[in-house]
């Protein structure tokens, strides 16, 4: 397909499939390795610049006459060039900064390929499959790597490749809800067994953010297909269902152990009170917030300039590696409301665009797309994203859901054949 002759490199003609192969191979390599592994680490960068790569060969490989820039790259452009130009007012600047704009860079690269790949709605019937694909193969890495006897000791995600366990549930949690948007809307009975091993995956990992949106999923998007026969019945099914998983998780010993006494401890430290002595790591988060609201009321407009309140936070009470565990005060505390506004702007455009798909024109897979956005902003109380190569894939993929029923103004029949009709 590829040839390099006489310093001319050249495409074959007739060869997408080839090239769409490539981009697919290089897409669960780097879903696989997104955070890579202890030892080599560069390869999750290497690989999100690899999927734009065969990204660009499939678009050579169409022989496509116009030149493709997807909207959601230059929204991604434009907010990495605002956090780059916060260094102009940072009260600190230091090497670090280079290392958030990089990873706004790979980010770029991962979210403009996934643009480019999916032309048809096919397609991105065909990336979710590859995105579960991706996440059984890191589940199954994990689970192999970990003794057994070691798996129930809690943060099951972080061993193979050092990342935060956090991180690594929540992209399983995300394969998880397209598994089970494969099971209750399409009636691939067989993928309900996926949903429970990402489910047991995501108990061991000791992550109570993916461990809510796990149970949450599942419940929202069954409250919304009110398209289906017996409505009702399936809405007391699976708040059962739910029930059992939470009563599972509460009884059963090494379920407890993983996860179970995370809840029971943060109910405490919500309900009771909130001294450090009953949940240090919630009296710690807590904190944290309260310093990026203080930061936010000394620079509201601009902030103190991305990625500035981990260094503000080392210089001024020494604690090294601290983030505000929310997204919207970390981005408020570094950029700024114009920041903040900024940023989320492109949220607000895909949820109305998927809330359109969904109610409007009836689509099962905007449904699916809007119960994972509904979800990442109850998640993004907890935790910091907008720099994170977290949730920027499946983000691309949803705003692809957002477009491609009748992209360039083409109906298709396979929209027809997947509306919410029984």
């Not at 995300?174 to 429970?196: D, H, P, Q, R």
């Amino acid at each position: 397909m590829v040839s390099f002759k006489n310093g001319v490199l050249k495409i074959q003609r007739g060869e997408e499939s080839a090239a769409r192969t490539i981009y697919e191979i290089c897409f669960v390599v780097n879903a696989v390795t997104l955070f890579a592994f202890n030892d080599v680490r560069f390869i999750g960068t290497l690989t999100g610049f690899l999927m734009l790569f065969a990204s660009m060969l499939l678009w050579i490989g169409r022989r496509a006459e116009r030149v493709v820039i997807p909207y959601n790259t230059v929204w991604y452009a434009l907010f990495t060039a605002y956090a780059a130009m916060s260094t102009m007012w940072s009260s600190y600047l230091n090497a670090e900064m280079a290392a958030y704009f990089l990873r706004m860079i790979i980010i770029i690269a991962m979210i403009t390929s996934i643009s480019i790949y999916v032309d048809k709605p096919e397609d991105l019937e065909r990336i979710i499959k590859l995105y579960i694909l991706s996440m059984v193969v890191v589940v199954l890495l994990e689970f192999s790597f970990v003794p057994f006897n070691e798996w129930s000791n809690g943060f099951l995600g972080s061993n193979l490749s050092g990342a935060n366990s956090n991180e690594v549930a929540f992209m399983v949690f995300c394969a998880e809800l397209m598994a089970f948007y494969e099971f209750y809307s399409k009636n691939k009975k067989w993928y309900i067994l996926l949903v429970a091993l990402f489910m047991i995956f995501i108990i061991l990992a000791s992550s109570r953010k993916a461990m809510f949106a796990a149970v949450a999923g599942p419940v929202l998007f069954v409250l919304l297909s009110t398209y289906k026969k017996n409505y009702f019945f399936n809405i007391i099914s699976i708040i059962t269902l739910s029930a059992l998983v939470i009563f599972f998780i509460m009884t059963d010993e090494n379920a407890y152990n993983a996860i179970g006494r995370r809840f029971a401890s943060m109910l405490e430290f919500l309900i009771e009170n909130r001294d450090h002595e009953v949940d240090n790591s919630l009296y710690m988060r807590s904190y944290y917030i309260e310093l990026a609201e203080r930061m936010f009321s000394e620079s509201p407009l601009f902030g103190k300039g991305m990625g500035n309140f981990a260094r503000i936070i080392h210089n001024e009470y020494m604690l090294d590696g601290v983030y505000s565990h929310n997204n919207f005060w970390q981005i408020l505390s570094e950029l700024g409301l114009f920041g903040f506004i900024f940023y989320y702007s492109f949220y607000f455009v895909t949820l109305v665009r998927l809330i359109k798909g969904t109610f409007i024109n009836k689509s099962r897979i905007s449904m699916l797309f809007l119960t994972f956005m509904l979800l990442l902003l109850m998640i993004e109380s907890g935790c910091v994203t907008y720099n994170s190569k977290m949730p920027h894939i499946v983000l691309a993929i949803a705003y692809t859901a957002t477009y491609v029923g009748d992209m360039d103004g083409r109906q298709y029949k396979y929209i027809e054949n997947n509306r919410m009709e029984e």
